[in-house]
């Protein structure tokens, strides 16, 4: 398949279906973490008791397990009291699979939640009163705290402040992928993940800020609620895979800026920023986190590497860059092919 496919939604997620949709879809995408996984179906079933009020279901895509992912979850959907869809993605890429999960969810709100996270047992309260009296048309994300004390605290967010996206605020980070969520007519006016991104890919992150910047551009909020919250048992308890997990991080980022380098010009301000601490730092100046001893120079340079990637891919593939649409004529769009 051509590279710039993957970027065109390929379901109208906005159809409306002969079925009733259930309120809520989770979809978690895995690969070869049958455990993690295994804790991670079940909070979301004990999610689902504790509110049955909102209705659910599972999506579950295996992205090209080779363990016993296919058979464990075939045994965990025939005895589950939910509506469990398993989806295979053989293609290698989270934003390959993150797709495979859109195209295959039914719920009025999209939940994309990872396998080695566990929901709040009052998740489906919280995302459905965020939703029946907040903003619609939104990407929403929630808290995301260490599912182990004994892991390095990275890859989460404990803000207690509801916020939401600004140019001034680099989008990384600001609403994780592990936890994030919107309304499928959302889903259809931001289209498909791109699937140059995210991990499984040679750019190895950032296929969920990408599609931050993709919202904001089309004038959709990015949101950011201090409740609706998962534990993440990331793993990771050296500073050695925190590093190595900080490099993958800036190297995503650094692409991203390059993409949207004419359409987001913002993105480059922010690089800039961190150029400037970086030098700072030399001269005394504090380090990206100071609790983790992270350095600001290794995102200068992977955001570099990472951007001379980005380069290569597009021109290896001959892709054109995404076409956005302002959310008032997709949304024409929409309402028409109804």
């Known amino acids: 398949m051509a590279l710039e496919r993957t ?17 809520a ?62 989806v295979t993605e053989p293609r290698l890429g989270l934003a390959a699979a993150r797709n495979a999960g859109l195209e295959r969810a039914g719920g009025r709100i999209l939940v994309f939640v990872d396998d080695d996270c566990e929901i709040d047992r009052a998740y489906l309260r919280d995302l459905e009163r965020h939703y029946v009296t907040g903003d619609q048309r939104v990407v929403r994300g929630g808290r995301v705290e260490l599912g182990n004390a004994c892991d390095q605290p990275f890859t989460i967010k404990r803000s207690k402040i509801a916020a939401r996206l600004t140019r001034d605020v680099h989008p990384g980070g600001f609403v994780l992928g592990c936890n994030m969520t919107m309304h499928r007519e959302v889903a259809a006016l931001i289209g498909h993940f791109d699937e140059r991104f995210g991990a499984g890919t040679p750019l190895h992150s950032a296929e969920d800020t990408d599609y931050l910047v993709r919202a904001f551009q089309l004038g959709i909020p990015v949101e950011y609620v201090p409740d609706m919250t998962v534990f993440h ?41 961190t150029v400037r601490s970086a030098c700072g730092q030399v001269f005394g100046g504090p380090r990206f986190d100071p609790e983790l001893q992270l350095s600001h120079w290794p995102i200068v340079s992977m955001n570099l590497l990472g951007a001379a ?29 109804r």
């Open 309 to 337: 990637k980005f380069a290569y891919l597009v021109v290896a593939s001959r892709a054109a860059p995404t076409e956005l649409q302002p959310v008032e004529e997709r949304t024409a769009e929409l309402e028409r092919s």
């Open 233 to 273: 048992h990331h793993g990771r308890t050296s500073r050695a895979a925190i590093e190595k997990l900080h490099r993958s991080y800036s190297l995503g980022n650094g692409a991203l800026c390059l993409k949207h380098l004419f359409k987001a010009p913002w993105l480059l301000r922010h690089f800039c920023w």
């Open 25 to 86: 879809s989770f979809i978690v995408c895995t690969r070869n973490r049958v455990r993690a996984l295994k804790a991670c179906i079940r909070s979301i079933e004990a999610a689902r008791s504790a509110y049955p009020a909102v209705t659910s279901e599972l999506v579950v895509v295996d992205n090209g397990s080779t363990d016993d992912t296919p058979l464990e979850l075939r045994r965990i959907a025939a005895s589950s009291n939910m509506t469990i869809t398993l």
């Open 7 to 23: 970027l065109e939604p390929r379901t109208n997620l906005c159809a409306a279906g002969a079925r009733t949709r259930p309120y």
